[in-house]
Every structure is written in structure tokens, then in C-alpha cells.
T-cell receptor
């Protein structure tokens, strides 16, 4: 069964450093998402991406964040200058269908735990 | 903006018994989708069940069923014949039917299954 994969599973970084979290969505999916979950809290939407551009983003997704689909398979989330409060689990998800186009399940990856020291 | 509320931080159920997890939501939209996701200790989010708001019939997936009350904006999950593998965090989520695809999650209910 196809699945979303994420690397690394755990990333430790120093405050102020740049990190890139990588995701490989399901191959025939067209819509990609990043969510984050601070420990003990709810899952929060960060950004959605379609046709090589951001289709929606939350207020969390400020100028420190960026997303990219550098090739036909990877989808990345970059945090330019990490802060302590960026420590969280980051989940990538993908879906096959368009916004407003019906019920299209989002498939989640296993997550990357980011620890900022 | 839509909000999703799960008022039960923790629930316990005996193996083979039935448990109901509560979820309420607030929206001004008439067309939307609702979901229950399971997050086991491995932390990967798994879709359990989904409901389209325009459908009056409650969704069912094997031992999982929902009680969808649109007027009350309530969407509870019933797990029948609970199994040890059902122990997990359960998140209720909302998605608008138009516009963006983002999921809005509740705070989750930790379900413990006891022998």
C-alpha cells in the first residue's frame, strides 16, 4: 500500500540554525500539506501546496518557513532560523483531490520530531 | 473560523466493551467534512472514519461508527467491542467542503483500553 514517508525521524538542531524536513508524498497525489504538533497539544495546520505554489497557509507559517517541491517526488519544509518554540513533531500529508472537489483523504506520514536546543 | 472541541482529555474502556468519544464543532458553513483520526504511540495519524455533512446517514466502519448531529454540531465516535489495539489518541477534525483542504483538529482524547 502506498504511504507517505518522512526523513529524518528525529532532528536535533541549535537555535538559529536552518533545518530542512523532507517528505515523499504518495506518487499520484497532487496536494501536499505540513502540520505540526507541539508535545501534548493538538495538531495544527501550517501550509498546503498545489501546482508548485502555496494554496493556503496559517498564521504560524511566517517568513521563517518555506516549502518547496524540488523534484517530482520530494516535498520539503524549511525553517530558516529555528527558535526553541519550533520544537514539535512535523507531519507531512498528501491527498489526491482538489480543494472543494469532494472528499479526498489526507494521508499522513510518520512525522519528524524536531528538537531545538 | 472553525473550531473543534473535544471535552474528554482521557477515556477508559474495558476490553470488549463500548466507548463513545465526544466532539463538537463550530462553523457557519453548511457543507463540510468531519473525520476521526487515530494516533497510536508510533504517532502516525491514521484515518478511522469520515462523514460528509450533507449525508444524514451516520458513517460506519466495522467496529467504528459515528453519531452525527448536524443541528447540534456534534460528531461522536463509538467504538464497539474495544480491543487493546484501539488504545491511542483520537482526534476529531473538520474540513471545509469548499476552498482550502486544511484540517482543523480538536485537542484529542486519550483512550485507554483495560483488560
Amino acid at each position: 500500500e502506498p504511504e507517505v514517508t518522512q526523513t529524518p525521524s528525529h532532528q536535533v538542531t541549535q537555535m538559529g540554525q536552518e533545518v530542512i524536513l523532507r517528505c515523499v508524498p504518495i506518487s499520484n497525489h497532487l496536494y501536499f500539506y505540513w502540520y505540526r504538533q507541539i508535545l501534548g497539544q493538538k495538531v495544527e495546520f501550517l501550509v498546503s501546496f498545489y501546482n508548485n505554489e502555496i494554496s493556503e497557509k496559517s498564521e504560524i507559517f511566517d517568513d521563517q518557513f518555506s516549502v518547496e517541491r524540488p523534484d517530482g517526488s520530494n516535498f520539503t519544509l524549511k525553517i530558516r532560523s529555528t527558535k526553541l518554540e519550533d520544537s514539535a513533531m512535523y507531519f507531512c500529508a498528501s491527498s489526491g483531490g482538489p480543494p472543494g472537489g469532494g472528499l479526498h483523504e489526507q494521508f499522513f506520514g510518520p512525522g519528524t520530531r524536531l528538537t531545538v536546543l | 473560523a472553525q473550531t473543534v472541541t473535544q471535552s474528554q482529555p482521557e477515556m477508559s474502556v474495558q476490553e470488549a466493551e463500548t466507548v463513545t468519544l465526544s466532539c463538537t464543532y463550530d462553523t457557519s458553513e453548511s457543507d463540510y467534512y468531519l473525520f476521526w483520526y487515530k494516533q497510536p504511540p508510533s504517532r502516525q495519524m491514521i484515518l478511522v472514519i469520515r462523514q460528509e455533512a450533507y449525508k444524514q446517514q451516520n458513517a460506519t466502519e466495522n467496529r467504528f461508527s459515528v453519531n452525527f448531529q448536524k443541528a447540534a454540531k456534534s460528531f461522536s465516535l463509538k467504538i464497539s467491542d474495544s480491543q487493546l489495539g484501539d488504545a491511542a489518541m483520537y482526534f476529531c477534525a473538520y474540513r471545509s467542503a469548499g476552498g482550502g483542504n486544511k484540517l482543523t483538529f480538536g485537542t484529542g482524547t486519550q483512550l485507554k483500553v483495560e483488560l
